[in-house]
């Protein structure tokens, strides 16, 4: 894997990358935590694609990804995702579908060539997936799709909170 996977602790509105991903609830029409952050940070022209996207598909079924500028962002786009809300009796299809919102995401960065994009804390927060089982299904995914080429040079997991920041510097060195 030639590409550089890497923690920081910060906000991800901030980072001047090709794109950073969003963790987006279906509607795509906003919401709180990262998303509502983007959303004001973005501005009205993520919201104006978004209705869009809305008006063609319907939204964004779990799993899946889609992509809009980041209007006044320093990034250039952002790939919105839609995590799953957790429940245990099916956690195995919870990590399945979580793992989706990362290679989805970057499916979408490898189709339009970016090299650099970043991640929130996808479903760990109202959505309760558990923080330290989500970190692992992030790592191994993001690791997993890096196997295969393409142009992607960075990915960043950007954790708001200390918390997740040390939990993902934790997995990132014992799958090192």
Known sequence: MSATVKVIKGDI??????????????????GGGVDGAIHRAGGPAILEEC???????????????????????PSTYVIHTVGP????????????????CYTNSLAIAKSKNLKRIAFPNISTGVYHFPKTRAAKVAIEAVRQFLETPSEIEEVIFVCFDEENYDLYAEKLNEQA
């Open 13 to 30: 509105t901030q980072l001047d990358v090709d794109a950073i991903v969003n963790a987006a609830n279906a509607s795509l029409m906003g």
């Open 51 to 73: 209705r869009a996207i809305r008006a063609r598909q319907g939204g964004c079924d779990t799993g899946k990804a889609v992509i809009t500028t980041a209007g006044n962002m």
């Open 85 to 100: 809300v957790w429940r245990e009796a099916v956690s195995l299809e919870m990590d399945r579908l979580l793992a989706n």
